[in-house]
């Protein structure tokens, strides 16, 4: 599911999209002057604000993550990657599905190759049923593609819906469920979750209800689209929902935490060929490398596709999310404002890209400047 089919979920797709028709561009009128109730605290988005600028590599399948048992050689290798641009968000979920396969082969003692979100959310799982794990992995938090992520709770840029087979949507919606149920057990500052308003911001007229496509419906609460004189923002169209902000480097070290309490091991290496990966001890082995996966397996259809976010001095007083225009964004954590909504395909360079950069910059800025 891409960005596109994410906001369709989120009731905000321009009916034009929708209706297959060619979209027009409307007039952007001043926003009538916003009265409500609820304070919008301006982000302060300027050059001297910035701390630091990343980029991650999303580990994207157009057919979707892959979660699924093969036997390789002597081994057992419950597979377990491929997230996209929703890693942090179905995590949990994908775990419980693979927890559930590595259970069924009957073994107690599991190794996890991994230790992004995926790795030690599946290792935490088969702790609580009382197995014995030991993480193997090349690089920990903080130094993972999940410690990039920006951490809104959303399915986005999973897979591409004219490449995903039934079978893999049902897990998908299934994975999704669980992985929703599972964060909501952990909001609080101990794991860094909690419940945010999303504004999408467009300039084109938003589908009104018919509430989120893939089964996810009443996954988003508070979801409809608002009247002018209900939001500050400088675009004629604008949607809220409400959703989970996960707040990676504080969640994925609360994780890891817990893992190495319950008694969990982690070993730092790096499996630079099958041969190595299937040599470990344990009979059975959870595959949870992300874009690694790609050159382990020889999956084709991994690829990566790069995001940058540049990251301003925190305003803890900024308490909602903005998706738009434009396909930029704005999350505010305890570490930074977080400005993103770069996807180069195909780029494996962690090197930032100026003119997203300077995309970014200038497009927050505009939106910020105008807000009412
Ligand atoms: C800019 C950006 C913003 C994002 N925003 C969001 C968001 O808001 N919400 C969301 O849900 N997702 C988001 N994502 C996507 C998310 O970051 C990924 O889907 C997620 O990190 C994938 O997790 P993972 O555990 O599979 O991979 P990783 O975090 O990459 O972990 C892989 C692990 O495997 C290890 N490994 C790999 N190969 C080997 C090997 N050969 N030998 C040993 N170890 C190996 C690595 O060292 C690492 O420990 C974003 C990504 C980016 C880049």
Redesign the pocket.
């Known amino acids: 599911m891409n960005r596109r089919d994410w906001l369709k979920a989120a009731a905000s797709l321009p009916a034009a999209a929708l209706t297959g028709c060619a979209a027009r561009t409307a007039k952007v009128t001043a926003p009538a002057r916003y009265q409500g109730a609820r304070k919008f605290a301006r982000v302060k988005v300027a050059p001297d604000r910035v701390i630091r600028t990343v980029a ?4 994207y399948r157009p057919s979707g993550f892959v979660v699924r048992t093969q036997k390789l050689d002597h081994k057992i290798v419950v597979h377990n ?1 491929g ?7 179905l995590c949990w979920g994908t775990a419980h599905l693979a927890m559930e396969q590595a259970i069924e082969t009957g073994q107690k003692d599991f190794a996890v ?7 030690l959310a599946t290792a935490r799982l088969l702790q609580r049923r009382g197995c014995t794990v030991t993480i ?5 938090p903080p130094a ?3 410690n ?5 709770w ?1 399915p986005y840029s999973v897979f591409d819906p004219d490449k995903a087979s039934p079978a893999f949507m049902n897990q998908f919606t299934r994975a999704a469920r669980l992985a929703n149920s599972y964060y909501q057990d952990m909001v609080g500052d101990y794991y860094g979750v909690r419940w945010i308003e999303n504004y999408s911001l467009s300039d084109q007229p938003l589908r009104r209800g018919g509430g989120a496509p893939f089964g996810l419906d009443g996954l988003f609460p508070e979801s409809r689209v608002l009247e002018k004189s209900e939001h500050p923002f400088p675009v004629p169209y604008v949607s809220r929902f409400t959703t989970m902000l996960i707040e990676p480097p504080v969640y994925l070290n609360a994780v890891m935490r817990d893992f190495l309490l319950a008694g969990g091991k982690v070993v730092v ?3 630079a060929s099958l041969a190595a990966f299937l040599s470990l001890p344990e009979p059975v082995i959870l595959n ?5 996966a790609k050159a ?1 397996l020889k999956d084709e259809d991994l690829t990566p596709i790069k ?3 540049t990251v301003l001095l925190p305003q803890p007083e900024v308490d909602y999310i903005t998706l738009g225009p434009e396909g930029l964004y704005m999350f505010p954590r305890r570490d930074g404002i977080l400005l ?1 909504g770069t996807h180069e395909e195909g780029v494996w360079t962690l090197d930032p890209n100026r003119e997203e950069a300077e995309r970014i910059m200038q497009g927050q800025m505009k939106l910020f400047r105008e807000m009412a």
């Open positions: 991650g590599l999303r580990p990657y997230h996209g641009g929703g890693g942090i968000t190759v991994g230790s992004g979100a995926v790795g193997y992995a090349k690089d920990l993972t593609t999940s990039i992520a920006g951490g809104q959303s290496r790096e499996f949870c490398t992300g874009l690694g382990l995001g940058q976010l993103g």
